[in-house]
Protein backbone atom coordinates (compact mmCIF):
# COMPACT_ATOMS: atom_id res chain seq x y z
CA UNK A 1 0.00 0.00 0.00
CA UNK A 2 1.04 3.48 -1.23
CA UNK A 3 1.82 5.99 1.87
CA UNK A 4 2.88 9.92 1.84
CA UNK A 5 6.07 10.96 3.96
CA UNK A 6 6.64 14.46 4.43
CA UNK A 7 10.68 15.19 5.00
CA UNK A 8 12.09 19.04 6.63
CA UNK A 9 14.81 20.00 4.91
CA UNK A 10 18.67 18.22 6.72
CA UNK A 11 15.97 14.92 6.93
CA UNK A 12 18.38 11.53 5.51
CA UNK A 13 15.72 9.77 4.17
CA UNK A 14 17.79 6.59 2.51
CA UNK A 15 20.86 5.51 4.52
CA UNK A 16 23.76 4.07 2.89
CA UNK A 17 24.50 0.52 3.33
CA UNK A 18 20.72 0.04 5.32
CA UNK A 19 18.23 -2.73 3.03
CA UNK A 20 16.51 -1.68 0.41
CA UNK A 21 12.57 -1.80 1.78
CA UNK A 22 11.17 0.88 -0.71
CA UNK A 23 11.19 3.50 -3.33
CA UNK A 24 10.25 7.01 -3.13
CA UNK A 25 8.54 9.38 -6.14
CA UNK A 26 8.86 12.64 -5.11
CA UNK A 27 5.62 14.83 -5.36
CA UNK A 28 7.07 18.25 -4.06
CA UNK A 29 11.00 19.39 -2.92
CA UNK A 30 14.31 18.18 -3.66
CA UNK A 31 16.54 15.74 -2.27
CA UNK A 32 20.39 15.34 -2.85
CA UNK A 33 21.78 11.67 -3.25
CA UNK A 34 25.16 11.42 -1.25
CA UNK A 35 27.80 8.31 -1.62
CA UNK A 36 30.27 8.18 1.64
CA UNK A 37 33.50 6.60 1.66
CA UNK A 38 35.65 6.67 4.78
CA UNK A 39 35.53 10.51 5.43
CA UNK A 40 34.74 11.71 1.73
CA UNK A 41 31.29 12.38 0.78
CA UNK A 42 30.24 12.54 -2.80
CA UNK A 43 27.10 14.29 -4.26
CA UNK A 44 25.83 12.17 -7.01
CA UNK A 45 23.06 14.71 -7.85
CA UNK A 46 20.22 16.37 -6.76
CA UNK A 47 16.33 14.74 -7.56
CA UNK A 48 12.74 16.76 -7.73
CA UNK A 49 9.63 16.92 -8.18
CA UNK A 50 8.42 13.51 -10.70
CA UNK A 51 11.65 11.86 -10.23
CA UNK A 52 11.87 8.50 -8.31
CA UNK A 53 14.77 7.34 -5.80
CA UNK A 54 15.41 4.08 -4.19
CA UNK A 55 14.34 1.61 -6.74
CA UNK A 56 17.57 0.09 -7.99
CA UNK A 57 18.08 -1.51 -4.34
CA UNK A 58 14.29 -2.69 -3.79
CA UNK A 59 14.70 -4.06 -7.96
CA UNK A 60 18.00 -5.80 -7.50
CA UNK A 61 17.48 -6.62 -3.68
CA UNK A 62 20.49 -5.22 -2.74
CA UNK A 63 21.47 -2.78 0.02
CA UNK A 64 21.43 1.11 -0.75
CA UNK A 65 24.75 2.40 -2.73
CA UNK A 66 23.62 6.02 -1.45
CA UNK A 67 21.87 7.83 1.54
CA UNK A 68 19.20 10.43 0.64
CA UNK A 69 18.43 13.44 2.50
CA UNK A 70 15.90 15.87 1.78
CA UNK A 71 17.30 19.41 0.84
CA UNK A 72 14.05 21.20 1.07
CA UNK A 73 10.93 19.89 2.57
CA UNK A 74 9.73 17.19 0.66
CA UNK A 75 6.46 15.31 -0.12
CA UNK A 76 7.25 11.81 -1.16
CA UNK A 77 4.86 8.84 -1.62
CA UNK A 78 6.39 6.09 -0.47
CA UNK A 79 6.23 2.36 -2.76
CA UNK A 80 6.92 -1.15 -0.75
CA UNK A 81 9.29 -3.14 -2.29
CA UNK A 82 6.78 -5.68 -2.67
CA UNK A 83 4.28 -3.02 -4.60
CA UNK A 84 7.28 -2.26 -6.67
CA UNK A 85 8.24 -5.65 -8.08
CA UNK A 86 4.67 -6.56 -8.09
CA UNK A 87 4.09 -4.40 -10.79
CA UNK A 88 7.23 -4.91 -12.65
CA UNK A 89 6.19 -8.51 -12.57
CA UNK A 90 3.13 -7.89 -13.61
CA UNK A 91 4.21 -5.93 -16.63
CA UNK A 92 2.82 -8.12 -19.84
CA UNK A 93 5.47 -7.05 -21.98
CA UNK A 94 8.77 -9.51 -20.90
CA UNK A 95 10.48 -7.11 -22.86
CA UNK A 96 9.22 -4.14 -20.78
CA UNK A 97 10.59 -5.82 -17.79
CA UNK A 98 14.12 -6.80 -19.42
CA UNK A 99 14.84 -3.52 -20.18
CA UNK A 100 14.12 -2.46 -16.32
CA UNK A 101 16.42 -4.88 -15.22
CA UNK A 102 19.04 -3.99 -18.26
CA UNK A 103 19.03 -0.66 -17.36
CA UNK A 104 19.45 -1.13 -13.56
CA UNK A 105 22.21 -3.48 -14.26
CA UNK A 106 23.61 -0.97 -16.32
CA UNK A 107 23.13 2.23 -14.03
CA UNK A 108 24.54 0.42 -11.24
CA UNK A 109 27.77 -0.67 -12.73
CA UNK A 110 28.23 3.20 -14.47
CA UNK A 111 27.46 4.40 -10.84
CA UNK A 112 30.49 2.24 -9.26
CA UNK A 113 32.32 3.08 -12.30
CA UNK A 114 31.91 6.89 -11.47
CA UNK A 115 32.46 6.46 -7.61
CA UNK A 116 35.67 4.82 -8.62
CA UNK A 117 37.05 7.84 -10.45
CA UNK A 118 35.83 9.86 -7.62
CA UNK A 119 37.78 8.03 -4.81
CA UNK A 120 41.24 8.51 -7.04
CA UNK A 121 40.49 11.79 -7.86
CA UNK A 122 39.82 12.44 -4.15
CA UNK A 123 42.95 10.42 -3.02
CA UNK A 124 45.00 12.24 -5.73
CA UNK A 125 43.86 15.57 -3.87
CA UNK A 126 44.18 14.16 -0.02
CA UNK A 127 47.87 13.55 -1.23
CA UNK A 128 48.64 17.02 -3.23
CA UNK A 129 47.26 18.79 0.00
CA UNK A 130 49.96 16.90 2.22
CA UNK A 131 52.56 17.88 0.17
CA UNK A 132 51.28 20.98 0.63
CA UNK A 133 51.27 20.97 4.02
CA UNK A 134 54.62 20.20 4.09
CA UNK A 135 55.74 22.61 2.02
CA UNK A 136 54.00 25.14 4.03
CA UNK A 137 56.16 24.62 7.14
CA UNK A 138 59.24 26.01 5.10
CA UNK A 139 62.34 25.02 3.77
CA UNK A 140 65.52 26.37 5.15
CA UNK A 141 66.12 29.49 3.24
CA UNK A 142 69.83 28.37 2.19
CA UNK A 143 68.23 25.31 0.49
CA UNK A 144 65.59 27.19 -1.38
CA UNK A 145 67.00 27.74 -4.49
CA UNK A 146 68.22 23.95 -5.24
CA UNK A 147 64.08 22.91 -4.19
CA UNK A 148 63.58 24.98 -6.57
CA UNK A 149 65.56 24.09 -9.51
CA UNK A 150 64.59 20.47 -8.65
CA UNK A 151 60.36 20.76 -8.28
CA UNK A 152 59.72 22.99 -11.33
CA UNK A 153 60.53 21.20 -14.05
CA UNK A 154 58.32 18.08 -11.79
CA UNK A 155 55.38 20.92 -11.61
CA UNK A 156 55.78 21.96 -15.27
CA UNK A 157 55.36 17.77 -16.20
CA UNK A 158 52.50 17.29 -13.64
CA UNK A 159 50.60 20.39 -15.39
CA UNK A 160 51.45 19.27 -18.96
CA UNK A 161 49.64 15.35 -17.46
CA UNK A 162 46.85 17.28 -16.06
CA UNK A 163 46.30 19.14 -19.31
CA UNK A 164 46.39 16.34 -21.19
CA UNK A 165 44.05 14.71 -19.13
CA UNK A 166 41.10 17.20 -17.80
CA UNK A 167 37.56 17.70 -19.42
Known amino acids: MLRQMRCTKGQVIVKQGTPAFEAYYIEEGAVEVK ?4 DHVISLGQLGPGELFGEMGVIEQEPREASVEAIADTSLLVIPKEEVLRRIKDTDEKIVRSVIETLIKRLRESNKGQLRHYKNMTNFQDRL ?11 DVEKRKKFQEEVMPLLDQLEKVLDKYKY
Open 35 to 38: YQDG
Open 129 to 139: IKINDKAGKGI
